[in-house]
């Protein structure tokens, strides 16, 4: 396998599958090493390795789910700040990639040469990083029942809208939610079906882009309501819309979520289990091309 200064790690089967032969192609022009992953928890390995041996630009080839692994593995091996990161969009969303304005395989490669490099936030939960959201509630493999066609539409929401169509008889969690920094501390407590932390996205009003270099999380809270009037469109509406009564929002700089069960979270796609967990940013602790479309500061 070879290394360099410039190293390209390419989830193959990502998105449809035909990219990694123009990826091959477009890497070697730009003077990038290839590592390819085989199965799950390569990304991670390799993100590990390449921190490990030092490597100064790293480009992703994937969807969100392997930037996550590269980022997580760069992490372990404490190397997520000394490094810039070049995100190639090879997946079925590329939430990431659309929020950095990179609109497809060769722009991003383009990018690698000219793009802006800003520092943005890092989200942390668990000592986990992810940048573009932390979602907790619905069922764990809502996430990942999504189809394609859903989530090129409604992008991160999609986990939400699949989870409401798959599970209209969910139990609301008992919660509490904790929240520090911004210049205030708040607290919410009671039956929640979704909590949705964007560090990269927002999920209210119009939704689209948060603010990436705030220090700050937008949170969503969505209100347990009664399964008869969880339709899609209604949800939709629900985490969409202005002034709902069953959605809440703040904006922090640490949230801990609290339950006296465990709770299932969606971390960039990554799922995990917990009863308790604290979110924070790390503000603009990761160097990242982007492209001219991107919004420092979006409305």
Known sequence: MQVGSRTLIMNPVSGTGDHAELVQQLARGKGF??????????????????????VSE?????????????????????????VTLNVIPGGTANLLAGTLGIRDIRHGFDLTDKGEIRALD????DGEPFVVSCIAGFPADA?????????????????????IKEAVEFEGLELRLDFHGGGRSDSWAGSAVTV???????????????????????????????????????AIHRLLGEG???????????????????????????????GRVTMYTRPRALDVRVGPEYEPQPN
């Open 58 to 82: 790293i480009a992703v080839c994937g969807g969100d789910g392997t930037i996550n692994e590269v980022l997580r593995g760069l992490n372990a091996a404490d190397h997520l700040g000394e």
């Open 33 to 54: 090493a290839v590592w390819e992953t085989e199965g799950a928890g390569d990304g991670r390995a390799l993100g590990r390795r390449a921190g490990e041996e030092g």
């Open 122 to 125: 890092v989200g942390m939960a």
């Open 196 to 234: 949705l932390v964007g560090n990269a996205r927002r999920f209210i009003e119009q939704g689209g882009q948060a603010d990436m270099e705030d220090g700050l999380f937008d949170v969503a809270v969505v209100e347990d309501v009664p399964a008869g009037s969880l339709a899609v469109e209604a």
């Open 143 to 163: 996430s990942t029942a999504a189809s394609g066609e859903l989530k090129d539409r409604l992008g991160t929401l999609a986990f939400v809208v699949t989870g």
């Open 244 to 274: 709902t009564d069953s959605v809440h929002h703040f904006q922090s700089a640490q949230v801990t979520v609290t339950s006296d069960e465990s709770v299932t979270f969606s971390r960039d796609g990554e799922i995990a289990e917990h």
